[in-house]
């Protein structure tokens, strides 16, 4: 399974990339938490990145595409992988149609995640982040059991950095100047599926399933 999932910030693109990889076994690559890494690690890649992120603006397209480049040859991405925030802009995708051309693999399957923008902003301001394992949670959709401490490990939760309103709002329109125009291009393509993506997690988890084949 090759699959691109396309949806503005809050769509819910890593919840359900992070349920895909226990149903499908294919690896799950996020440009933004490959980035967040490269922040905190302090690498020069992360230091050239965090202004951009910081802002809500894009990190420049040479960078992501040497990172999706890097990573899609790994062994791991033999029999597929969910591609999650990435490509964001016209020439991430063609670069990503050339990379692929090159090893031979073609998308199988892009998945727009259709999300009102109110609730988009509920989402981002109530997401929650183990600052250990990377878990996500929802103070409202997804409490962790024990409030600010991750189930899965214990760790502190944390709010990410670019969560904060006025980023927020300026994701948004980098979305829709910039990424939006990715969901005719995938149609033209004719590789693309619209999923309502304000059911419930699990509901949206049933109907991604459903597209793609899998149990539900
Ligand atoms: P990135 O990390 O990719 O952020 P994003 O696209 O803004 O997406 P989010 O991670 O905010 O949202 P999501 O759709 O994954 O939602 P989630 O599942 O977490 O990028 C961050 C930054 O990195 C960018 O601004 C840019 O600077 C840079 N970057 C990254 N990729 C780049 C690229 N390709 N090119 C250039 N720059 C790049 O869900 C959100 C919350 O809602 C969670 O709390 C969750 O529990 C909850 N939730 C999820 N689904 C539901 C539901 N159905 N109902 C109720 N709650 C739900």
């Given amino acids: ?91 991430q995708a063609d670069a990503l149609t050339k990379t692929l051309a090159v090893l031979g693999k073609d998308i199988d399957s892009v998945i727009s995640l259709e999300v009102d923008i109110e609730a988009l902003v509920v989402r981002l301001a109530g997401r929650r982040t183990c600052s250990a394992c990377g878990s996500g949670f929802h103070l409202q959709y997804e409490p962790p059991l024990k409030s600010g401490i991750c189930d899965s490990c214990g760790g502190e939760l944390i709010q990410r950095e670019d969560d904060c309103e006025d980023t927020i709002r300026n994701r948004m329109s980098v979305y829709d100047e910039q990424t939006l125009p990715l969901v005719e291009y995938y149609r033209k393509a004719g590789t693309l599926s619209c999923v309502d993506g304000m059911l419930p997690i699990d509901e949206v988890g049933k109907a991604v399933r459903t597209l793609l084949g899998g149990s539900v």
């Fill in 1 to 91: 399974m090759k699959l691109i999932l396309l949806g503005p910030p809050g769509a819910g693109k890593g919840t359900q990339a992070k349920m895909l990889v226990e149903c499908f076994s294919v690896p799950q690559i996020s440009t933004g938490d490959i980035l967040r890494a490269a922040v905190k690690d302090g690498s020069p890649m992360g230091v050239k990145a965090k202004s951009f992120m910081d802002s809500g603006a894009l990190v420049p397209d040479e960078v992501v595409v040497g990172i999706v480049e890097e990573r899609l040859v790994k062994s791991d991405c033999e029999n597929g992988f969910i591609l999650d925030g990435f490509p964001r802009t016209l020439p």
